[in-house]
């Protein structure tokens, strides 16, 4: 068997389902829009930065460039040192030398004359004044030479790692003509200390926070910055990423990929346009760190989705005791009702639907009490009518033995006593008169037999009871009475009973109260309803002012016809008279 759900739980279960519903909707929409909202702010951020040092990276190269190209087409002229220890130094012209050791940029420069003499200026030792004169030159320093006597523009090699150096060198290398207009080749080694301080930053204000580095990776997949994360990470780090294969592949971007380190980050990159260099930049942050705003605004959220949540339990509950209580008030008057309880009166505390049921049970309530009454009044009626009838049958059974029976007897005993005085030749007419009388007598008490129950009903059916009373009447009372009828169907003997009684009813009706000449009897059946129609021509009577206690015997006979399912109608005025219409619905019996 099902579990019974009161009213108060199924609105308390859809309220909260409803509520659980909109706050899930409402925290997943939260969740997406602030996770869509923070990446693409930090992917933008990202972007900012990465533009701003691929701006910066790209400027130091044509900065760098464009200084070179006016350092090797200048002619400075040289003089020899005056000292003894300083033989083979050359002293350099003073801004050439002031300028390359004031920018920093440069770890070495170094001259090469056709000729094979070569020049070397440490920029990175503080003690240096000058060119030195070196003996050899270093192996990447020929295989640039190579490429310079085939071209006359600047080259730009990439990171090379110099022997007893800790740091790799791009060189920025060109023809020159130094020493006295002696033609050579002029080399610039920029240490990748240089490129670190430009592209490394630490300051988590600067907008990459803890876990964000923008980094330049080679052709060859290798890093050629400084990782914020790894030591020593220049071409000794391969970064074979999905950010890196798109860019060389010029491919899209893929905004969300794992980094170098397996690490889910959120990318962006762009190619280097740097001469002879084919280097990309890439800026990245940790998902993670960058989702952690979103975590924190969700974790926030989810709280108050909780107390929201417990809110909306409070509220459903408190709604659904005020909506189910007038409900349970009305189940409850309801049982009473059934009870048999009708004083009952509930109060109306709201105008809507609920407060109009209130008021329809009041008022059924009402009219229940009514009709009850009623229904008391009439039982009582009909109980009254039948105590009366009954207690008419016994006076009536009273008088006939008091008046018949009871006299004839008397007289019987007379006789009887007055045969004992008399002689013997007065005795037969004695008895002859006392047989009289006990004739007299039987025939009273077949009267009296038959006005309880006729004998000719029980053998001979209602038809002929009805015809026969119906001739006692006319003959006693000097009523003309006409009985008519059609086939009649055998009947029940409960109904044949009742019509009997019915139309015994209406006859002595007629005679006491109407005066009437002329009363017809009509009995037909019809479509399985048994039609009893009584019309007389006396003096009628309003309906409205028949007293319940008349002694008319119409409750007997609205009784009897209600018993058998029937329909009671009279129609009745001073003028032509009464007419009865009683139908009776009927199930014809076989036999």
Known sequence: MARFISLSERLILYFTLVGFSITAILLTYSYFSTQSAIFSRTYDQLTSIKTEKKIRIENFFSDRIKEIEVLSSSKLSFNKPESKNLNDTIAFGNSFYNLLRNNRYYHRVYYISYDSCIYEMNIADEHSTGFIKNGTTLSYQNEIIQKLKTTTEILITDYYNIKNDTTPVLVICTKSEFFN???????????????????????????????????LVGSDFNM????RFIKNSINNIKVNTEAVIN???????????NDYRNIKVISTFNHLNIKDLDWIIIAEIDYDEAMKPVYKIFNKTIFLSI??????????????????????NLTKAIDKVGDGDFNLELKIKSNDEIGVLTESFNNMSIRLKQKTEELEKEKLMRLRAIIDGQELERQRLSRELHDGLG?????????????????????????????????????DVKSMSDNLMPAVLKNFGVIKAIRNICNEYSDNSGINIQFNFNTIPQ???????????????????????SSASELNVDLKYEDNILILTIIDNGHGFELDSIPENSGSGLPNIKERTILMNGTFNIFSDKISGTKIIISIPVIEQNG
Request: contains cysteine; charged residues 20%.
């Open 247 to 257: 860019a060389f592949s010029n491919q899209p971007e893929t905004n969300i990929i």
């Open 181 to 215: 207009s002696k033609n050579g080749y002029l080399f610039f080694e920029i240490s990748s200390e240089t490129i670190n301080s430009i592209m490394l930053e630490e300051n988590p204000m600067y907008g990459l926070g803890n876990t964000g580095e923008i980094y």
């Open 407 to 443: 006299q004839s007897l008397i007289a019987i005993k007379l006789q009887l006593e007055n045969i004992k005085l008399c002689d013997e030749l007065n005795n037969q007419n004695k008895i002859d008169k006392i047989n009289d009388l006990v004739n007299s007598t039987i025939d």
């Open 307 to 328: 107390i929201i949540f417990i809110l909306i339990l409070f509220i459903a509950y408190y709604l659904s005791k005020r909506i189910t209580q007038p409900i349970i």
């Open 491 to 513: 009947l029940p003997d409960l109904i044949q009973n009742y019509l009997f009684r019915i139309v015994q009813e209406c006859i002595n009706n007629v005679i006491k109260h």
């Open 224 to 227: 050629r910055s400084q990782s």
